[in-house]
């Protein structure tokens, strides 16, 4: 009896005190810019690999605040390839295999670079393949077909992002119809870089950079600071803009690495995209309003990490890697959620759900 007496006269105390004692509630900065990274390819064997390869110090990965878990399948098959994969991400439809930034019926939808160019923001895609790529394009273009790279760079043409570097050179020099997209660019202002030392020397906006007829080399034959630095330069350029930002950057070789069995080349291409990772996370922690959302549009390789013994009670036994294909698997893919907003970003997601929940937190919200 006695202690019920004390807990009713505290709670008539604690109504009794004045407001400013109270704790007062979180109020969440608006998200301003969102920065999306795709490591193509890259499943949660592939970040494993890494993290044992790095002997265990710690990765970009380890900063993130939430972590999800990412379904991949396309609307026609149970493994997706990056043209689908990307287009989920970028619009909120699963679409078919090969085809970019349409629905299975073969209409446009906007993507989240249409968008937030609309809602008056900025805009910004760096990769390590060639701007024409499937993954790129998911985010610039509209056809029924990823190897329509004329389709693909005349989205680029018309949607104008304010920062694009990666390879690609042919495609933007020389059309079918005889036309030259860069020079077009040029004429609407565009800055045009030829090395990554010009793109970080331009300090202005519209930028475009294009280092390679096609693909740039890999990880082990190109700048080992490129992702990281054309990221950061880019982050640089976008942020100067008070309406804040969408920026897409792919790690696209890590892709190509899996799809040869070259784990080799795979930690290479994982450690220049984990130092701009980095770079991204660093940017949100200067930036309040910034969320960095890390994901892969699917797994290659299907790649396991397998003990040389099953003897488990030595010490070591030394590990493999071992892959079941050189082609994509239907192993679903982690989210890393960093920054404003990344609560948002847990448990088990559609890719679509991406698309989703970045236009409600950067595009529905302003």
Same mark, same amino acid.
């Given at each position: 009896m006695k202690r019920t007496l004390h807990i009713l006269l505290c709670a008539l105390l604690m109504q009794d005190l004045p407001t400013a004692a109270q704790p007062a509630a979180t109020v969440e900065a608006p998200v301003r810019n969102v920065i999306l990274m795709i490591g *193509?390819? @890259?499943?949660? #064997?592939?970040? #494993? /690999?890494? @993290?044992?390869?790095?002997?265990y110090e710690p990765v970009a990965f380890d900063r993130a605040q939430y972590t999800a878990i990412c379904k991949t399948y396309s609307a026609n098959n149970r493994v997706t390839d990056s043209g689908a994969a990307a287009t989920a991400m970028a619009t909120g439809v699963k679409t078919r295999n090969s085809w970019i930034g349409t629905d299975p019926a073969g209409n446009s939808r906007e993507n989240l670079t249409e968008l937030a160019k609309a809602k008056g923001l900025v805009t910004g895609i760096v990769v390590t393949s060639y701007l024409a790529d499937a993954t790129p394009a998911a985010f610039t273009a509209h056809t029924n077909d990823r190897h329509n790279t004329s389709a693909i760079v005349q989205g680029i043409v018309r949607l104008k992002p304010d920062v694009i570097a990666g390879g690609g050179l042919s495609y933007f020099e020389r059309q079918d119809d005889g036309s030259n997209p860069l020079e077009e660019l040029q004429k609407a202002g565009y800055s045009y870089a030829a090395t990554p030392e010009e793109f970080y020397a331009i300090d202005r906006t519209p930028l475009i950079g294009l280092f390679a007829e096609k693909y740039m080399p890999e990880a082990s034959r190109r700048d080992s600071a490129y992702l990281a630095r054309a990221t950061a330069h880019m982050l640089e350029l976008l942020g100067k803009h008070s309406a804040g930002f969408f920026a897409m950057i792919e790690g696209s070789q890590i892709d190509g690495a899996c799809h040869g069995n070259n784990t080799s080349r795979m930690i290479d291409e994982m450690r220049d995209f984990d130092r701009a !990772?980095? !770079? /991204?996370? *660093?940017? /949100? *922690? +200067?930036h309040p309003g910034t969320l960095v959302l890390v994901v892969a549009d699917h797994e290659t390789g299907g790649l396991t990490i397998v003990s040389n013994d099953r003897d488990f009670t030595a010490s070591e036994s030394g590990i493999q890697y071992n892959?079941? +294909? +050189?082609?994509?698997?239907?192993?679903?893919?982690?989210?890393? /959620?960093y920054g404003t907003g990344a609560e948002s970003f847990s448990g088990v997601l559609e890719n679509t759900d991406?698309?989703?929940?970045?236009?409600a937190l950067l595009i529905d919200a302003k």
């Open positions: *193509d390819g @890259m499943g949660l #064997a592939q970040v #494993a /690999a890494w @993290m044992i390869e790095n002997r !990772v980095n !770079v /991204a996370f *660093d940017f /949100a *922690d +200067t892959y079941s +294909t +050189t082609s994509h698997s239907g192993s679903p893919v982690i989210l890393y /959620a991406i698309f989703r929940r970045v236009k």
